[in-house]
């Protein structure tokens, strides 16, 4: 499964691409106003070079023709960018535009599969199944993920399911053990990947033990070392 890092601040960027495992950045207009005062164009193009992978750029146009006419201005950032569009028939319909284009889009506000398979149809490279927020309303948001799983492979669909709202390491395994092609993760839920307190523990009595056979060889007589 590939990780995507669902901010548009640079620290963050920065931060878990240094990891090496970072194959692509989702933003969205809440995480843009979280960056206060900040131009979404610019911040696109800084993004797209700190990561060569997919960057979604949203938008926010209400008809075929305003999604178009961003998507544009979107797609003359960098290569790299992936039009996200919302699972609407306005956004449908400029999706048929994009891919045709040979466009990489993102099908974003998915909630159920009947969606993720027009999408499919009309050549989308990602769908994003929204699974925090279907948790939120006590819809089991893996429940989407595995749905749209088998429709994909029933059919050998090419698009990409990216699960998105993702709230915990939890949901990760989850999306992974289902088959998610890939899973947009915010900074906080990636930096805790890899923490376990059973980890801490045995790496802390490690060190501990270590240094405690390095003393006692330190005090033995010369002639024995
Ligand atoms: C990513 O593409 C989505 O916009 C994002 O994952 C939504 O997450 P949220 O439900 O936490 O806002």
């Known amino acids: 499964m590939k990780f995507f890092l669902d901010t548009a601040n640079l620290d963050e960027i920065r931060q878990a691409n240094e990891w090496g495992i970072v ?15 900040v ?69 974003t506000l998915c909630f159920q599969a009947m969606q993720a398979l027009v999408v499919a149809r009309l050549g989308a490279t990602f769908v994003s199944p929204f699974v925090g927020r279907l948790d939120d309303i006590e819809d089991p948001g893996m429940n989407l993920i595995r749905s749209i799983r088998t429709i994909y492979d029933n059919y050998g669909f090419k698009t990409q399911i990216l699960a998105a709202s993702i709230r915990s390491t939890m949901h990760l395994i989850q999306a992974a053990e289902i088959g998610a092609d890939v899973a ?20 802390r009595q490690f060190m501990d033990d270590w240094h405690k056979a390095q003393q006692a060889m330190s005090q033995l007589p010369p002639n024995v070392v």
């Open 39 to 107: 131009d979404y164009c610019q911040r696109l193009k800084e993004i797209c070079q700190i990561v060569p992978g997919p960057v979604s750029a949203e938008v926010v146009g209400e008809t075929k023709e305003q999604m178009l006419k961003e998507a544009d201005r979107f797609l003359g950032i960098a290569r790299n960018i992936a039009v996200k569009l919302p699972a609407t028939e306005q956004g449908i319909r400029a999706l048929k535009v994009l891919a045709g284009r040979g466009a990489m889009v993102n099908i």
């Open 23 to 37: 194959d692509g950045v989702t933003t969205n207009p809440t995480l843009i106003a979280h960056e206060k005062g």
């Open 184 to 203: 947009t993760v915010p900074y906080k839920v990636f930096a805790g990947m890899l923490k376990h307190p059973l980890t801490d523990i045995g790496l």
